[in-house]
């Protein structure tokens, strides 16, 4: 999750067919130089991102709360998705013990469970989790801020 975050690689979550986080009514952000991405969208789906820099846009969803590219519960342009969907990671909120907002979303993160391989792994897992719930803000944002290790579980910037 933390590699994804920092934007070192996509996340490797075994999703195994599901599709919570496309069915969930949110925004996804797509930043100027994701070219190929764009280029698959068709423009009328694309929205100027709100207090982003100009060229920031968002992908919407349709009237279901679908992402337009889920086409058949798969996403049409997997290859070419946005970044925001390669570093999506639903564990996260199950790392931290936060609930998400989207109840797709939430049924899926009460499905992931934890083990550990010592006594100091679950000790370091039990303080993210009272970490994090320390946060304020939006619940992704506290789950995303107690789990980077740059922000550690402190305060979510205003």
């Avoid at 086409?71 to 342009?77: A, G, K, P, W, Y």
């Avoid at 390669?86 to 992931?112: H, L, N, S």
């Amino acid at each position: 999750m933390r590699a994804a975050l920092r934007g070192e690689r996509d996340a490797a979550v075994p999703c195994n067919g599901c599709t919570a986080c496309c069915r969930s009514a949110q925004f996804v952000a797509i930043e100027p130089d994701e070219t190929e991405t764009l280029a698959r969208i068709p423009a009328e789906l694309l929205f100027p991102a709100p207090l982003r820099p100009p060229g920031h846009v968002v992908m919407g969803y349709d009237a279901r709360g679908h992402c337009p590219m889920l086409v058949d519960d798969r996403c049409s342009i997997y290859e070419h998705r946005p970044r925001t969907c390669r570093m999506y990671d639903c564990r996260v909120f199950a790392a931290t013990g936060i609930d998400p907002e989207k109840p797709e979303v939430a049924k899926r993160v009460r499905e992931w469970m934890f083990t550990y391989a010592s006594e100091s792994d679950e000790a370091d897992h039990d303080a993210l989790r009272d970490g994090a719930a320390r946060l304020s803000g939006a619940p992704t944002e506290r789950a995303v801020h107690a789990i980077s290790p740059e922000y550690g579980a402190r305060p979510c910037p205003s």
